[in-house]
T-cell receptor
Framework: DAKTTQPNSMESNEEEPVHLPCNHS???????IHWYRQLPSQGPEYVIH???SNVNNRMASLAIAEDRKSSTLILHRATLRDAAVYYC????????????FGTGTSLTVIP | NAGVTQTPKFQVLKTGQSMTLQCAQD?????MYWYRQDPGMGLRLIYY???????DKGEVPNGYNVSRLNKREFSLRLESAAPSQTSVYFC??????????????FGSGTRLTVV
């Protein structure tokens, strides 16, 4: 399995930026970095993904280290609706058709 | 656009009973997946179908069978339910497996309790 390491939990104040880290020191050159989040009692939903360059979309930004051994999901302004478990997942030749979900980071947003 | 639809949303079974969880997607995706999620844990892959007519085992296939009925539908069957199969089951689909650039779309889950 292509492994990722994330903190078990993080807290953020509402309306402040949140930086969710992910380490993936064994990443290979073909591995894409995918982020999903799972709101309470719902299925996971896609957030963002990237290969080498930083990526932005309406939900978040993904900052990828130059050596690609780590990445950071950035929520620019946390809201209460962003409270969820965030999963950082690698997908490439070693993972093939599957996504391997770890336990992710549980984000608490404080009003 | 409904995305991925799972039925039923909730189910209680007695040990030894059988049931089939249904999943359908309307996005013309080629690949479909079944995951289970136990309390406090991440998702674990049970079975997947990379394309219509093919199925493969995932990480935790024991006690389950699957059928890729057509391109839209992928069902998961428990032949003889056990308490250890109490879990939340998620179905997902993906456009294809030809690129690692693709991502999943998940259904909202089926909460199964085996007593």
């Amino acid at each position: 399995d292509a492994k990722t390491t994330q903190p078990n939990s993080m807290e953020s104040n509402e309306e402040e930026p949140v930086h969710l880290p992910c380490n993936h020191s064994t990443i290979s050159g073909t591995d894409y970095i995918h982020w999903y989040r799972q709101l309470p009692s719902q299925g996971p939903e896609y957030v963002i993904h990237g290969l080498t360059s930083n990526v932005n979309n309406r939900m978040a930004s993904l900052a990828i280290a130059e050596d690609r051994k780590s990445s950071t999901l950035i929520l620019h302004r946390a809201t209460l609706r962003d409270a969820a478990v965030y999963y950082c997942i690698l997908r490439g030749y070693n993972t093939g058709n599957q996504f391997y979900f770890g336990t992710g980071t549980s984000l608490t947003v404080i009003p | 656009n409904a995305g991925v639809t799972q039925t039923p949303k909730f189910q209680v079974l007695k040990t030894g009973q059988s049931m089939t969880l249904q999943c359908a997607q309307d996005m013309n995706h080629n690949s479909m997946y079944w995951y289970r999620q136990d309390p406090g844990m991440g998702l674990r892959l049970i079975y997947y179908s990379a394309s219509e007519g093919t199925t493969d085992k995932g990480e935790v296939p024991n006690g389950y069978n699957v059928s890729r009925l057509n391109k839209r539908e992928f069902s998961l069957r428990l032949e003889s339910a056990a308490p250890s199969q109490t879990s939340v089951y998620f179905c997902a689909s993906m456009l294809g497996t030809g690129s690692f650039n693709y991502g999943y779309t998940f259904g909202s889950g089926t909460r199964l309790t085996v007593v």
